[in-house]
C-alpha cells in the first residue's frame, strides 16, 4: 500500500525557513519522481517542486531560489527546505508521486499547513 506522509509544516514569519519532509513506503521509491504541490485557499493546486529518479530538479518560478528539494533513497524521504519565505507561500504543502499499475495513478500525502505571517 503506497503512503506518502508529510511533516514539518508550521508557522513562520516572513524571511523565515521551514523544512518538509515527506516518508514514502510501499513502492520503489528510489526510481520515481517526486513532487511536491502546494495550494493556497481559493487557489488551484500548484506544482512547486520535481525531482526524479535519477536526480533531475526543476522549480515554479515562484520558488526558485528560495527552495530546495531533495531526497534521501536511504530513508525513502524527500525534502522540501524552503528559505526566505513570504507571505503567498502560504499553503497546504503536498507530497505526490505516479505510479504505472496497469495505468498512471496519482498519489497523495495528507498534506501539511505552512503559514507565513508578514
Known amino acids: 500500500q503506497v503512503q506518502l506522509v508529510e511533516s514539518g509544516g508550521g508557522l513562520v514569519q516572513a524571511g523565515g525557513s521551514l523544512r518538509l519532509s515527506c516518508a514514502a513506503s510501499?513502492?520503489?521509491?528510489?526510481?520515481?519522481?517526486m513532487k511536491w504541490y502546494r495550494q493556497a485557499p481559493g487557489k488551484q493546486r500548484e506544482l512547486v517542486a520535481t525531482?526524479?529518479?535519477?536526480?533531475?530538479?526543476t522549480y515554479a518560478d515562484s520558488v526558485k531560489g528560495r527552495f530546495t528539494i531533495s531526497r534521501d533513497n536511504a530513508e525513502n524521504t524527500v525534502y522540501l527546505q524552503m528559505n526566505r519565505l513570504k507571505p503567498e507561500d502560504t499553503a497546504v504543502y503536498y507530497c505526490?508521486?505516479?505510479?504505472?499499475?496497469?495505468?498512471?495513478?496519482?498519489?497523495w500525502g495528507q498534506g501539511t499547513q505552512v503559514t507565513v505571517s508578514s
Open positions: 525531482i526524479t529518479g535519477g536526480g533531475t530538479i
Open positions: 505526490n508521486t505516479r505510479l504505472y499499475r496497469g495505468g498512471w495513478d496519482n498519489y
Open positions: 510501499g513502492f520503489a521509491f528510489s526510481s520515481n519522481a
